[in-house]
């Protein structure tokens, strides 16, 4: 079962806990899925949460089992029932498909298993059960630490490829401009050489287009005075 499927089925058993053995029971199974967590990015998960991931797991998260000392001197508590466990949920993790989303459910969940246990340290008179809460809070807390140290290197790690990605962009839109300005260059390069040759060719002046038909001057119309040249020129013949 995915990371992200286990840890709300774990924060949905948490809110419907009835009483504290319920929530000690709910904090040995949130303890056991961050340690399993820990062991799947340890092994599998990127080289920027190897670290962290490895305390995560604190060397036992592959048999999933309780976290040290919770339930240690509760033994002794021969009026109470034992914590009612179940199957361990962390058994059945099968992988982490989104890390970001799977690490920001796994801090809520040990934020929320902190929280229901100091209200079962704070409503107990057995001082083996406090103390043991105490303890599992202390744990809690530490995972989530360094649950939160992973989320901040994914976001630098992010960040740092979304720079990277602006600055290939930018480096292409600077490779596309440098390639339209040669293009331009040549562009009037060989207009400079073109008229350079109609130069060459005795032909300075190029065509005039006039209306979308070819003209030259040799073939403009003539003036008034020329006509009147020749009507005279006419008359005398």
């Known amino acids: 079962m995915d990371a992200e499927r286990l840890i709300g089925v774990s924060r949905h058993a948490l809110a419907g806990s009835t009483d504290e053995w319920d929530v000690i029971a709910e904090a040995w199974q949130a303890q056991s899925l961050a340690r399993a967590i820990g062991v799947q990015l340890a092994l599998n998960g990127p080289k920027e949460l190897k670290s962290e991931a490895r305390e995560l797991a604190e060397g036992g998260g592959q048999d999933c089992g309780p976290p040290d000392g919770l339930l240690e001197g509760l033994a002794g508590l021969s009026d109470r029932p034992a914590p009612r466990i179940g199957r361990i949920r962390a058994g059945q993790l099968s992988g982490v498909a989104d890390i970001r989303a799977a690490l920001t459910g796994l801090g809520a969940l040990l934020g929320e298993v902190g929280i229901a246990l100091v209200a079962v340290a704070c409503a107990t008179d057995e001082e083996g059960l406090y103390w043991q809460c105490i303890d599992a809070i202390d744990a809690a807390d530490e995972s989530n630490d360094r649950v939160g140290v992973m989320l901040r290197r994914l976001v630098a790690r992010d960040r740092e490829r979304e720079r990277e990605w602006a600055r290939q962009r930018e480096e292409r839109q600077l490779g596309l401009e440098w390639q339209r300005q040669r293009q331009r260059e040549r562009e009037g390069e060989w207009e400079r050489e ?44």
């Open 194 to 237: 073109s008229r350079i040759g109609r130069e060459v060719n005795g032909d300075p002046c190029p065509k005039v287009q006039d209306g979308g038909h070819g003209s030259s001057n040799l073939h403009r119309a003539p003036a008034r005075g020329e006509l009147r040249d020749t009507a005279d020129r006419g008359q005398g013949l």
